[in-house]
């Protein structure tokens, strides 16, 4: 599970076997499970976590785009 980074107590990370998706980040924070799709940023679902945790979750995804794309084509080869 190749984590991308945290803050503001949010971590952000993939799992490996997941190349066969389109890109894609997970995010979990205080028990809470959000997937979001990267082209275009979109909520795909979120299990427990506060809409504001929701809103704060995607801003962070939009400000640190170009570092998830990277870690994304490291971590599953393209």
């Known amino acids: 599970m190749p984590e991308v980074f ?9 799992y490996a076997n997941e ?3 389109p890109m894609h980040i997970h995010v979990r924070k ?3 499970f959000a997937k979001y799709w990267i082209e ?3 909520l795909d ?4 976590m506060k809409v504001n945790d929701l809103k704060i979750a ?3 995804i939009i400000e ?7 870690k994304w084509n490291e971590i599953h080869g393209f």
């Open 40 to 42: 275009p940023v979109e």
């Open 58 to 60: 995607e801003q962070l």
């Open 64 to 70: 640190h785009i170009g570092l998830i794309k990277s």
């Open 45 to 48: 679902f979120s299990l427990g």
């Open 30 to 32: 205080a028990g809470g």
């Open 19 to 21: 190349g066969n998706e």
């Open 6 to 14: 945290r803050e503001f107590g949010f971590v952000f990370f993939f």
